[in-house]
């Protein structure tokens, strides 16, 4: 075996230093792996350890208890953790292996692949962690970790996954994988190496040069997108939110935008009709822009709708209820505005 001499340093590496108290290694339920999957997509480990991980598994134990839940009560539970789509796509999924796999996830990759957001690296995930299948993982710090150790500056998805099976320790995978992203959160780090700790050190062909593996991308400066949101309010003191439809938060609930560069006139005209109250301003980013928004309180319905129809399939709802709908994190900033506001008067 070419990388034999490798896969028993990584093995012993691991076993001396390697985060093997992480809860979702220490499981072997498929569904329990599955979840961790999916929040460490875009979220570092110690925000998913910290907040989410344990909590949501203790509200939806089981595929069962998850695809009966409903899907407002799924997306609440995800609230802050970001990339929405995610929990409704984990919803829907789990419902498909509630329907045709008998509530247990399929073992194979093939199948895997089918359901809902699951995409090559977490069906090799679930297979390899879950079913001790002998394939590799293409998670963001094992692929820097791979572009080093074969001095790779730029490597397209089908370079990296056969170099991923090239250096594959067949006989122990759980390990291997479980490894090599630790180096790569721990040791072969982005701007930081430590290459005299790294037990691939002896072949790896970059580490002279590990800046230039893979090559940095050009950063791009962040558009910042300015809004009006407005609070509407009954003369119940209910408020007025509309349920999400895009893919952008979609799920969640949110208060009438007015995007100041499309809907300016219009937004304006309300605010300046006669009862608009000034809450203040909330900013917020995200992974593509930055929102800034200036925060408004008035009464009644809307009566002119954004252009992108925002408002349009909104509900009046009681203060109690809006804390127990999903929100994001902006909306929550909102809310907590109003909350302000109706203290002081």
């Given at each position: 075996m070419a990388y034999?001499?490798?896969?028993?340093?990584?093995?012993?590496?691991?076993?001396?230093?390697?985060?093997k108290?992480?809860?979702?290694?220490?499981t072997d339920d498929p569904y329990h792996i599955w979840v961790s999957e999916v929040m460490l997509q875009q979220t570092q480990v110690s925000t998913v350890l910290e907040r989410y991980y344990t909590p949501f598994l203790a509200e939806f134990p089981t595929i069962d208890v998850l695809a009966a839940a409903p899907y407002d009560k799924v997306m609440k539970n995800w609230e802050g953790l970001g990339y929405y789509r995610r929990a409704g796509n984990l919803h829907k999924a789990a419902q498909l292996v509630n329907q045709h796999y008998n509530s247990k996830l399929p073992s194979d990759i093939a199948s895997l692949k089918e359901l809902p957001d699951i995409g090559r690296n977490t069906a090799h995930a679930i297979s390899c962690f879950g079913f001790n299948a002998p394939v590799p993982i293409m998670e963001a710090n094992l692929r820097?970790?791979?572009?080093?150790f074969f001095a790779l500056e730029k490597a397209g998805e089908k370079e990296l996954w056969e170099k991923s099976y090239l250096l594959l320790d067949q006989e122990n995978s759980f390990d291997y994988?479980?490894?090599?992203?630790?180096i790569g959160a721990l040791i072969c780090r982005k701007h930081v190496t430590y290459c005299e700790r790294c037990p691939l050190a002896e072949r790896c062909i970059g580490k002279k040069e590990p800046g230039r593996y893979p090559l940095p991308k050009v950063s791009k400066v962040t558009p910042i997108r300015k809004k009006n949101i407005i609070i509407?309010?009954?003369d119940h003191g209910e408020l007025w939110l509309s349920a999400r439809e895009t893919n952008f938060l979609g799920g969640l609930y949110g208060f009438v935008e007015y995007d100041l560069a499309q809907d300016i006139k219009e937004a304006n005209h309300l605010i300046e009709e006669g009862?608009?109250?000034?809450?203040?301003?909330?900013?917020?980013s995200y992974s593509?822009?930055?929102?800034?928004?200036?925060?408004?309180?008035?009464?009644?319905i809307p009566e002119i709708w954004p252009n992108d129809g925002g408002g349009v399939n909104g509900k009046w709802y009681s203060k109690s209820i809006v804390d127990k709908l999903p929100l994001s994190r902006?909306?929550?900033?909102?809310?907590?505005?109003?909350?302000?506001?109706?203290?002081e008067e």
């Open positions: 034999k001499a490798i896969h028993k340093k990584l093995h012993q590496w691991y076993q001396k230093y390697g985060r108290d992480l809860p979702w290694r220490i820097r970790v791979l572009c080093r994988n479980q490894a090599m992203m630790d509407y309010q009954n009862n608009g109250v000034h809450l203040g301003g909330v900013r917020q593509h822009f930055i929102l800034e928004a200036d925060v408004w309180l008035k009464s009644g902006a909306d929550e900033k909102i809310l907590r505005l109003f909350i302000a506001y109706e203290e």
